[in-house]
């Protein structure tokens, strides 16, 4: 069943209440692979379970059969798809923790619906081929270098110096930097939501980020400008394009899509990451068909901020906002105030740099020698 007819069901509706938007489509993605599986659309599917449930106790148990016949199905004759696409590809059986995702959001559905199954599989476990890189800023260098836009430049920047996670930064609006921006902050000031955790929260971007930032916001007022001059070419017809970025705007937008305003997607993100980790030797070919994550992928960058602050000594309260975690109980007394973290974030954001930090390296091997 499609996603747009699912999510009218009431059954359905049940389960997505309350749910952030990710969430929800990884509901509905699991659910439409799940209905197509049992070929039961999801009335069918608790009328199916509140049938067994009404059996001798000795009978139930039809339904979490099913399940754990359908987990087998995912880890060994699905068909793998291209990593941002419906594509499938000539392999089969999805990855440990992707199934573990799938069956713990049909558990959501039935829950919701008054059915909470009792069903033990085995944790989901990463393989090997799908480790995350310890990425440095020498490494982050090499991809911004080989990045083909400026967007994707100052996407890169930001996912590494601000820590935050590649939904939050789709989900920012120009209206979240633009003062800042004007104010020409050094480092720049990001008061965000992560609403994954439904976390407000602030984080900081360095200087590096902040011009490569500043260079995409430019080159889309030049084509907004321009676009402006075709329509006087063209003899005022229809409404006039704005020349001007609004604040609700969407910071990072699509390419290619003439006088649109579409917000770039995490699925794009993912997608650009891997082929631009191939193209700067960050990651070989070879590992990227062998994985079926990218090594550098954009979690990748969110961890290696957590590891430059870590190095730095940085207090894990204060590293735990910055990325959006929620905070322990008592953990929002003992923050500093907003001028003393933007301090602390510029004292220890010299490895963030990929210039500065860069250079650093280069002439500690200078002096010793390269040992």
């Given at each position: 069943?499609?996603?747009?007819?699912?999510?009218?069901c009431p059954e359905v509706k049940k389960c997505l209440?309350?749910?952030?938007?990710?969430?929800?489509?990884?509901?509905?993605?699991?659910?439409?692979?799940?209905?197509?599986?049992?070929?039961m659309d999801p009335e069918q599917l608790i009328d199916e379970i509140e049938a067994d449930w009404k059996k001798p106790r000795r009978e139930r148990g039809e339904v979490e059969y099913k399940l754990k016949e359908f987990h087998t199905w995912l880890r060994k004759e699905k068909e793998k798809q291209k990593p941002?696409?419906?594509?499938?590809?000539?392999?089969?059986?999805?990855?440990?923790?992707w199934a573990h995702t799938i069956l713990g959001a049909i558990r959501s559905f039935y829950k919701s619906n008054g059915f909470p199954l009792n069903l033990k599989l085995p944790p989901p476990t990463t393989l090997k081929k799908n480790h995350k890189l310890k990425l440095r800023a020498e490494d982050v260098?090499?991809?911004?270098?080989?990045?083909?836009?400026?967007?994707?430049?100052?996407?890169?920047?930001?996912?590494?110096?601000?820590?935050?996670?590649?939904?939050?930064?789709?989900?920012?609006?120009?209206?979240?930097?633009?003062?800042?921006?004007?104010?020409?902050?050094?480092?720049?000031?990001?008061h965000v939501v992560r609403e994954k955790k439904h976390v407000d929260y602030t984080t900081f971007l360095a200087q590096d980020g902040i011009e490569a930032l500043q260079a995409y916001l430019n080159k889309r007022r030049e084509k907004m400008n321009k676009t402006y001059e075709e329509w006087i070419k063209n003899g005022k017809k229809g409404k006039a394009p704005s020349?001007?970025?609004?604040?609700?705007?969407?910071?990072?937008?699509?390419?290619?899509?003439?006088?649109?305003?579409?917000?770039?997607?995490?699925?794009?993100?993912?997608?650009?990451?891997r082929e631009i980790a191939v193209m700067s030797g960050v990651v070989?070919?070879?590992?990227?068909?062998?994985?079926?994550?990218?090594?550098?992928?954009?979690?990748?960058?969110?961890a290696a901020f957590e590891s430059v602050m870590t190095v730095q000594n940085v207090n894990d309260v204060l590293i735990n906002s910055w990325m959006g975690h929620r905070l322990p109980y008592d953990g929002a007394y003992h923050m500093p105030t907003l001028d003393e973290q933007r301090n602390i974030y510029a004292e220890n954001s010299e490895l963030l740099s990929i210039n500065r930090a860069v250079e650093q390296v280069k002439q500690l091997e200078e002096k010793y020698n390269g040992k």
């Open positions: 069943m499609h996603p747009d007819k699912l999510v009218q209440a309350g749910k952030a938007e990710k969430t929800k489509k990884t509901y509905l993605t699991a659910l439409k692979v799940y209905t197509s599986y049992r070929n941002g696409t419906e594509d499938a590809t000539e392999e089969t059986g999805v990855s440990p923790k260098k090499k991809l911004v270098d080989h990045a083909p836009t400026l967007r994707d430049k100052a996407v890169i920047l930001m996912l590494f110096q601000t820590g935050m996670d590649v939904s939050t930064l789709c989900s920012l609006d120009y209206g979240d930097v633009a003062r800042g921006l004007e104010k020409k902050e050094c480092p720049l000031t990001l020349t001007k970025i609004g604040h609700s705007d969407p910071l990072f937008l699509k390419e290619r899509i003439r006088n649109g305003k579409v917000r770039l997607t995490p699925v794009l993100i993912e997608k650009v990451l070989t070919q070879e590992e990227m068909d062998r994985a079926d994550m990218n090594p550098a992928r954009p979690h990748a960058l969110r």
